[in-house]
């Protein structure tokens, strides 16, 4: 069974600073990894998706890598801004036609002014 | 159009009452789906439904209905719920062609309470 971590649990820095987040995931057989945003009770917002074949995706001040046959991915966020707080999810695509999404638990980020 | 859409934004419900959640997108996707999450966890399947069949049901209760009337449509029917069922209720969506492996588009999601 697949199962995704994520490290740290919970991250507060200041205003500026370049951050990473952390995700691990036990089987490397995956379609791809996506990585969401949510703040306190909405929904989940898509930042980057990483095909299978992929080493890295990026936008804007967001850069996603993948590592499949260590099972690692790493969030960069470059000169975190308050704006930036919320929960991060990092999600894999598995199981049969790649019809589930296992996520980890999730990183809240603060970043104070 | 790049959006699911979910209605209502808010539910407080009885536990005797009927009511039904609805999720609409229209990016042509084919797989749509059902989460729940509580607080402070990440969302958790309870069913997926591809081609407007269902494909996986999580061992949900039968207090909980889905329904796919169409492509574009996605309904969650409630009944005799209990207060430990209130939670965010997250409808999502993909393509459902693994050829391009694309990802998921998540609506804002129902906030139930049940009373």
């Known amino acids: 069974k697949q199962e995704v971590t994520q490290i740290p649990a919970a991250l507060s820095v200041p205003e500026g600073e370049n951050l990473v987040l952390n995700c691990s995931f036990t089987?490397?057989?995956?379609?791809?990894l996506q990585w969401f945003r949510q703040d306190p009770g909405k929904g989940l917002t898509s930042l980057l998706l990483i095909q299978s074949s992929q080493r890295e995706q990026t936008s804007g001040r967001l850069n996603a890598s993948l590592d499949k046959s260590s099972g690692r991915s790493t969030l960069y966020i470059a000169a975190s801004q308050p704006g930036d707080s919320a929960t991060y999810l990092c999600?894999?695509?598995?199981?049969?036609?790649?019809?589930?999404?296992?996520f980890g638990e999730g990183t809240q980020l603060t970043v104070n002014p | 159009d790049t959006e699911v859409t979910q209605t209502p934004k808010h539910l407080v419900m009885g536990m005797t009452n009927k009511k039904s959640l609805k999720c609409e997108q229209h990016m042509g996707h084919r797989a749509m789906y059902w989460y729940k999450q509580k607080a402070k966890k990440p969302p958790e399947l309870m069913f997926v439904y591809s081609y407007e069949k269902l494909s996986i049901n999580e061992s949900v209760p039968s207090r909980f209905s889905p329904e796919c009337p169409n492509s574009s449509l996605l309904n969650l029917h409630l009944h005799a719920l209990q207060p430990e069922d209130s939670a965010l209720y997250l409808c999502?969506?993909?393509?459902?062609?693994?050829?391009?492996?694309?990802?998921?588009?998540f609506g804002s999601g129902t906030r139930l309470t049940v009373v």
């Open positions: 999502a969506s993909s393509p459902g062609r693994l050829i391009q492996s694309d990802g998921y588009t």
């Open positions: 999600a894999v695509r598995v199981g049969t036609s790649g019809s589930r999404l296992t």
């Open positions: 089987d490397s057989a995956i379609y791809n």
